[in-house]
């Protein structure tokens, strides 16, 4: 119980600091604007309590919003995501919270925790551009950017996992 | 009673999700208008602390690239110097110009500051530069680079200020062509952030590739002249009587680390007048 919080803590202070840090800075002509951050919310236990994790969303989205100036945007797109991960996971899982609470490598296997992960930002990224551009008419535009850019946080979360879960375990 | 109670538990998380996207719309509404962004008050001061001690780490790194465009900046400023002088010499005595220095009255005031955060990736961007009101800035001021124009202060703290960038979805700067004098808007919608673009600009001005853009001095926020980017791109619309004009600029946003705040004196003057008008147009209405 206690290293899956360790664990998890560790993983959400590594993807904020990324998310500040790097994935900031990165604008290829406005098409990639890479969100990791989201990463943190999508691996938490599945056994918290819906309206109890859609507050952690709030409160971790709020942190973001402070550091990376975006007012808002980040918590209405947490709060999206931690609403939504249910029924994002039903669609490739079918094992209930109660059966398996936790979202991990160990259990689930790299190739499901990916694709689940995937899943989750390309739905964080799509909200977020929605809402930060506030209108409809460029939906090419943002679907474009939403696969380019989930495609890029994905790989930046596979990066960190291989540089601190994989390599280490080689030697 | 019972299904009440056991439809109310079902419909729970989604009142909660409600409740709680709601407040974040609120805060989205409330805080990214041009005017109303008043955010950064206590809770960003942490941030902007933080972020302040990671910038002198990139800008030790970045110091001889800041250097070089410093003492380039340097020598442009020093030539246009010796220029003002030899030629107010040349036109009257010495003591003409100890005269001049009397009788011309300070309409800016110019404070330099390091950039502590600066976003590019968002459609709404901001710079934070550690200067506040213990400095003399004001909501209002405009900041620039030595590279052009980089936003107007929104917001001020003790230490810090907020300043919306122009690579914001909001903000227009009012530009104007170096040698014909026509005027238009700049302003930024999303994309590339080395590019923007010039509108109502009418279609039978016909601008050339490379040709100088600069601040026209007419909004009162930015003073006149600084050069703002070059046209890179024209052409014309069927459907609107303007031309589609792209800009490149000359600010590199992503390598933003030290600007200028400069306060317009007469600005408040101009507000004024500028109200006033608005005041007059409403009653006729």
Redesign the interface.
Known sequence: MNSKWTNLIFIGIIVTLVQVFTANSISFYGLFNPKIYPVFLLLLPRDIKPAFYMLIGFFYGAIIDVFCNTYGFGIASSVFITFIRPYALALIYNKSPEEESEISVKIQGENLVFLYLFIGLILFHLFYFFVELGEIANIFYILLKTLLSSSLAIILYAIFYMMVYSLPKRK | MGNIIVIFQRA???L??IL??S??????F???DYHQ?N?ISR??Y??AS??EK?TDITSFINMPVQNESLVKENARLREELYRVSKYIQSASGDSMVEKLKLSIPATTRVVPGKVV?N????????V?INKGRKDGIKKDMSAISNSGPVGIVIDVTENYC?IMSILNKDANVSVRNRTTKNVGQLRWK????KTALLEEVPKHIKLKKGEIIETSGYSSYYPEGIPVGTVEKYSEDSKSNFANIKVRLYSDF?KLKYVYLIENIERQEVRAIEDTIVKIQKAEN
């Open positions: 729970f998380p989604f909660v999700f709680l996207q407040i974040a719309f609120y805060i989205i409330k805080y990214n962004a955010i809770s960003n942490l941030a933080f972020n990671l955060s976003t590019i990736a968002n459609l709404r961007n901001y934070i907020c999303g994309g590339d952030i992503s």
